[in-house]
């Protein structure tokens, strides 16, 4: 395949591997072209809680996100659900049915071709011995583990000549993050790219790689009411 997921994986502190959601959807445009993932309507209800001798009250967003392919047609409808505890639960919503019908659908890390992880791991040319280096000494092949190889991808990404729209992102993503609905620290630790994409399907149910021009001048349209 032409895209290859593999690139975006990311280790996790604790030793495990992660595809982004937006990098599987990704996977899911280049493997089923046309194919999107939508929200459907969502309700909130109220839900008591007993806590000690009192009951609170929580409220919980239920909804469904489908799975719809070229034709209009929907494929898969998945249920979600999540606490409404911040301005942002309908992108935690979707997120946590996309999640579910990508699992069900087999785009999941576990289930990358195994080409496309030899893709990363082996070196695309032969390593060159350093010239000072003793000659009884061995040299070890000057290659980048496969973390740094997938950071080095992600950053690679057309961030150094953006467009009217990414400009305008980056500049926001900096003086104001949480009018994006990011935190600081998601900022500082996160690819601007993958933040980007993160953003453009909160407002447009696609990634910013995958959307069409309008719905890029949607989210335009956003960035200019924060600038």
């Known amino acids: ?14 030793g495990t591997l992660e595809l982004p959601l937006f990098a599987r959807m990704l996977w899911l445009n280049a493997e089923r ?3 999107r993932i ?5 309700s909130v209800v109220a839900i008591e809680i ?6 609170a009250i929580r409220y919980v967003a239920i909804g469904h996100v489908s799975v ?16 409404v505890d911040s301005p942002f639960f309908a992108e935690d919503l979707f997120r946590f049915g996309a999640e579910l019908a990508l699992d069900i659908l087999g785009f999941h890390v576990r289930n ?17 011995p350093k010239e000072s280096a003793p000659a009884n000494i061995e040299i070890e092949p000057e290659f980048n583990l496969v973390e740094e190889q997938v950071f080095e991808e992600q950053q690679s990404v057309d961030f150094d000549s953006p467009d009217e729209t990414e400009a305008l ?17 998601e900022v500082s630790e996160g690819n601007p790219m993958e933040l980007l994409n993160r953003y453009c399907y909160k407002i447009t149910g696609l990634p910013w790689n995958m959307a069409e021009e309008a719905e890029k001048r949607m989210v335009r349209d956003c960035l200019e009411k924060l600038a």
């Open 33 to 35: 072209p046309g194919w």
């Open 68 to 83: 719809i392919d070229e034709q209009g047609r929907k494929v898969l409808s998945v249920p979600s659900s999540t606490e």
């Open 50 to 55: 007993p806590e000690g001798q009192e009951k």
């Open 1 to 14: 395949m032409s895209f290859n997921p593999a690139l975006y994986v990311k280790k996790m502190p604790d």
């Open 169 to 185: 992102f980056f500049k926001i993503l900096q003086e104001n993050p949480t009018g994006l609905g990011f935190l600081q620290k």
């Open 112 to 128: 990358i071709p195994a080409e496309c992880w030899e893709r990363v791991n082996l070196p695309s040319v032969k390593p060159k």
């Open 38 to 42: 939508t929200s459907e309507k969502f």
